[in-house]
RNA sequence: ACGGGUGUAGCUCAACUGGUAGAGUGGCGGUCUCCAAAACCGUAGGCUGUGGGUUCAAAUCCUACCACCCGUG
């Protein structure tokens, strides 16, 4: 219903998902350099300046072809969050919008993205005092006093939670607690409406050579200094930000647990789950268009992008 | 060449004195409205190197062969 208000006329939001290592970055790149606009990134870990051999940042070159947004904006001792970034992105894709008739949102986070594209709930920042608490008691009493917490204060979502997974029961626990309120009555689990168009589009490889990619590329990020990033944050290991596959392992080599070799393996391999996991999450979402890495020419040839690019060349013309 | 050893799931290994094979890991699939590159769940893989033999019954015992490892030459 709401889609079909929209018109060609309306800001047009095209988003480039994918696995880890597609090749996402030089697609959108390209995109963007075509349809003369910017670039905002959706890589929750592309975020912090201190991490940029490891997480495959865009490297000086290809941040200086075209504007990008969120990209090493933050330190990894910021708190961030999913509800910020559906701020801070909305907020930037207005202004983006006045300059331009389209914008290019690129990254693997799946949550991000939905965050912007559909939004998220609003609900109060985290106190770090409930969660630690909380967390306390989860070290302390086990998963089981989170559960019979949960079936007190909020008998309903423990009813369709994975009570399984202490992440879930931490996150409605310290909402219930914050608030006073069950955390499933603040849960809408409704679109919200945007004021433009978006355009899904995620990239795929055949599994195996997706592998030999991400394998490469781990190589290829030891070559350019991820021992070095890593052990100069090493100190700082206990920050979240640096929970992170290419840091966790190397920090399990520095402190004696494992050889180098075997952390390198154990990148490959927690990369290539994170890989699957991507893979899940964008393909169980049906608005999204699939394509190759190499298949910038057939998306340029999309309507949308197509009627975007007609419209730069009258704008040279004039 | 001789002596010894090992051959079990893609990989590393289990299976007491014979009772028709298990685990870790990887692979594959999935969940996920906020610390998400996180957290969690579910699965499929083995004619036990090959051929004989003993036995009601063999991964387990005997035998031949093959492969690999160690030692001596």
Redesign the pocket.
């Known amino acids: 219903m709401t889609a079909i208000q929209m018109t060609f006329n309306d800001p047009l939001l095209v988003v480039i998902a994918g696995p880890?290592a597609v090749g996402k970055t030089p697609f959108g790149i390209e995109l963007a350099g075509t349809c003369s606009t910017e670039i905002i990134s959706a890589?929750?870990?592309?975020f912090y300046r201190e991490?940029k051999i490891?997480?495959?940042?865009p490297s000086r070159e290809e941040l200086a072809k075209v504007p990008h947004h969120f990209v090493h904006h933050l330190s990894i001792h910021e708190?961030?969050?999913?509800?910020?970034?559906?701020a801070d992105a909305l907020a930037l894709l207005d202004n983006l919008f006045d300059k331009h008739r389209i914008a290019v949102m690129v990254g693997?986070?799946?949550?991000?993205i939905?965050?912007v594209c559909?939004?998220?709930?609003?609900?109060?920042?985290?106190d770090p005092v409930i969660?630690?608490d909380l967390?306390e008691l989860l070290s302390v009493s086990g998963i089981e006093a989170l559960r019979d917490e949960l079936y007190k204060s909020d008998p309903e979502y423990a009813k369709v939670v994975?009570l399984?997974?202490?992440?879930?029961l931490?996150?409605?626990l310290?909402?219930c607690r914050a608030t006073g309120v069950p955390?499933s009555t603040?849960?809408?689990?409704?679109?919200k409406q945007r004021p433009f168009r978006i355009l899904k589009l995620a990239l795929e490889l055949p599994?195996?050579l997706l592998?030999e990619r991400i394998d490469n590329r781990v190589d290829r990020m030891l070559e350019n200094g991820l021992f070095e990033e890593a052990l100069a944050l090493y100190p700082q290991r206990h920050?979240?930000?640096l929970?992170?596959?290419?840091?966790?392992e190397l920090f399990d080599h520095f402190e004696g647990l494992t050889s180098l070799e075997y952390a390198v393996t154990?990148i490959k391999?927690?990369?290539?789950?994170?890989a699957?996991?991507?893979?899940?999450?964008f393909?169980?979402d049906q608005d999204y268009k699939w394509f190759m890495p190499d298949d910038i020419g057939r998306v340029l040839e999309l309507p949308e992008c197509k009627m975007q690019k007609a419209n730069i060349k009258i704008k040279n013309q004039l």
């Open positions: 880890t890589d929750s870990r592309q991490m490891g997480t495959a940042a708190t961030y969050n999913v509800s910020r970034f559906e693997g986070s799946g949550l991000y939905d965050a559909r939004g998220i709930d609003h609900l109060p920042d985290p969660r630690n967390k994975d399984a997974n202490p992440a879930r931490l996150r409605a310290e909402v955390y603040l849960r809408s689990n409704k679109s599994r195996d592998y920050l979240n930000a929970n992170t596959v290419g840091y966790r154990k391999t927690n990369s290539r789950r994170y699957k996991r991507q893979l899940t999450w393909k169980k």
